[in-house]
């Protein structure tokens, strides 16, 4: 209410100095007259541009304050909207960095792959040559596998019969 009567009071003043305006200008207007020597006589000035002036400069407080308070809305509710372009920016930056992340997994993924055929084609070729080579020296020396073992050791799967290990036949 307080500021309705500040805005009232302003609005009176306004229209105030407008009316006093224009008898500044009238008695500004009769002093050049009588200066220059022309008669004293009053001219026919309408007051209806005082008038006009007084209204609008009476309007003018109100006018304004209608203007500041959308003008407040929008500087408060743009930090909100501000705070949510942000956030929205800050979600897609984040997608971006993770869709980054997972293309150079990727990316790594298929190098490690790519080095795992050039190193596992030669070791192949080198294992199917040497089992070649091998396939002779297999048959001079033959193994027995035991599978009857019992007690802790069977855990370990079938073993080679140790009297056989060297190639030294009938060794017990």
């Known amino acids: 209410m307080t500021?309705?009567?500040?805005?009232?009071v302003l609005a009176g003043v306004e229209a105030s100095l407008a009316v006093l305006r224009e008898n500044i200008v009238e008695s500004n207007a009769a002093l050049e007259r009588s200066l220059y020597g022309e008669s004293a006589t009053e001219?026919?000035?309408s007051?209806?541009?005082m008038f006009g002036q007084a209204a609008l400069g009476f309007m003018l407080p109100?006018?304004?304050a209608m203007v500041a308070i959308p003008l407040e809305s929008l500087i408060q509710s743009t930090r909100y909207v501000g705070t949510a372009i942000v956030a929205s920016l800050l979600f897609v930056l984040s997608n971006a960095v993770r869709m980054l992340r997972l293309s150079i997994d990727g990316v790594g993924a298929m190098i490690h792959a790519?080095?795992?055929?050039f190193i596992a084609v030669p070791l192949l070729v080198g294992r199917a040559l040497g089992s070649s080579k091998s396939a002779g020296r297999r048959s001079e020396a033959p193994t027995r596998v035991l599978s009857d073992r019992s007690g802790p050791r069977a855990a370990l799967g079938p073993t080679l019969d140790?009297?056989?290990a060297g190639g030294k036949r009938g060794a017990r």
């Open 47 to 49: 007051s209806l541009p």
């Open 62 to 64: 109100f006018i304004l």
């Open 162 to 164: 140790p009297s056989l």
């Open 114 to 117: 790519l080095l795992d055929v």
């Open 43 to 45: 001219a026919v000035v």
């Open 3 to 8: 500021a309705f009567v500040a805005l009232l």
